[in-house]
């Protein structure tokens, strides 16, 4: 899995979402944009994309598109338009885009598919809303994540859980809630 840090300039989302689905199927690569201010850390994504590939693989899965599975586990949340106020928006973003080539099955080594990684990351950087390539997870917005995650005060007064293990918990709540 490779994140993308950046922040975007978003004209028009339509089109934006459909450039980064024609890059994610010349590459055969799964690609996602949130926006960072939703992101806890990288594990976050990391354990979304882990769990939405085990849904799809057991059948399990929600939405007939990976990425949009995968949006749904790193939002904890089985209602697709919910999950896409985790989604970037039209104007200036900070933004993390996860791209991501799949699991990995004996016809497809690891080599090939962070080749198709790397070539597809390469090719969201060359797209006109991108703007600047900067950290955007390094500085978590607790006040939104507590808000969208449903994490109280008083869960957080009463673990010594980081921030980012509580979202993880949410994301892997969503494959107990099923």
């Known amino acids: 899995m490779r994140v993308l840090e950046c922040r975007l300039a978003v004209d028009d989302l339509d089109s934006f979402v459909a450039d980064l689905g024609?890059?994610?199927?010349?590459?055969?690569?799964?690609i996602q944009a949130f926006d960072a201010h939703y992101v806890a850390d990288r594990d976050h994504l990391e354990r979304a994309v882990e769990l939405a590939d085990?849904?799809?693989e057991r059948g399990e899965n929600i939405a007939r598109d990976r990425a949009v599975e995968i949006l749904l586990y790193a939002a904890g949340r089985r209602q697709i338009?919910?999950?896409l106020e985790m989604g970037v928006g039209e104007g200036e973003n900070r933004a993390v885009i996860?791209?991501?080539a799949g699991p990995s099955d004996d016809?497809?080594?690891d080599t090939d598919r962070e080749t198709r990684a790397a070539a597809a990351c390469e090719q969201v950087r060359g797209l006109d809303a991108i703007g600047s390539?900067?950290?955007?997870?390094?500085?978590?917005?607790?006040e939104?994540?507590?808000a969208f995650f449903d994490i109280t005060e008083a869960e957080r007064a009463a673990t010594d859980a980081s921030l980012s293990a509580l979202v993880r918990e949410r994301v892997a709540l969503l494959e107990v809630e099923k």
């Not at 024609?22 to 799964?30: M, Y």
């Open 144 to 146: 939104t994540l507590c």
């Open 98 to 100: 996860l791209i991501d």
């Open 22 to 30: 024609t890059i994610g199927e010349r590459h055969g690569v799964t």
């Open 54 to 56: 085990r849904a799809i």
């Open 81 to 83: 338009d919910r999950a």
């Open 133 to 142: 390539q900067e950290p955007t997870l390094e500085r978590t917005d607790a």
């Open 107 to 109: 016809a497809d080594g």
